[in-house]
Nanobody, 124 residues
Framework: QVLLGESGGGLVQAGGSLRLSCAAS????????MGWFRQAPGKERENVAA????????YYADSVKGRFTISRDNAKTLVYLQMNSLKPEDTAVYYC?????????????????WGQGTQVTVSS
């Protein structure tokens, strides 16, 4: 089992930055891919970024490519999402998720543990 807890969300002006952190517990964390998802009001949850168990195989959604950076520290069991040049359309609840395997994936079905989410609000 993997327990996940996100932090770092908040209110920021457009063009600003935030760094989300996801603290994980569980012996299998370092062997799992990790992903960040987000869900905006009235929209389906979407994959924003994913990273494989060793820190490679990184995927970004087109909407965040060049602005967001995913990384992980297996020794500290942490996953990060650095978000720069934030836009109002980035407003959403952001979730981290632990993958079923060591390979980064884009589909929700590839993840079996989820955090409770952290709100990110970007004002114009």
């Amino acid at each position: 089992q993997v327990l996940l807890g996100e932090s770092g969300g908040g209110l920021v002006q457009a063009g600003g930055s935030l760094r989300l952190s996801c603290a994980a517990s569980g012996s299998t964390f370092s062997s799992r891919a990790m992903g960040w998802f987000r869900q905006a009001p009235g929209k389906e949850r979407e994959n924003v970024a994913a990273i494989n168990w060793r820190g490679g195989g990184i995927y970004y959604a087109d909407s965040v490519k060049g602005r967001f950076t995913i990384s992980r520290d297996n020794a500290k069991t942490l996953v990060y999402l650095q978000m720069n040049s934030l836009k109002p359309e980035d407003t959403a609840v952001y979730y981290c998720a632990a993958g079923r395997t060591d390979t980064a994936g884009r589909a929700e079905s590839e993840y079996d543990y989820w955090g409770q989410g952290t709100q990110v609000t970007v004002s114009s």
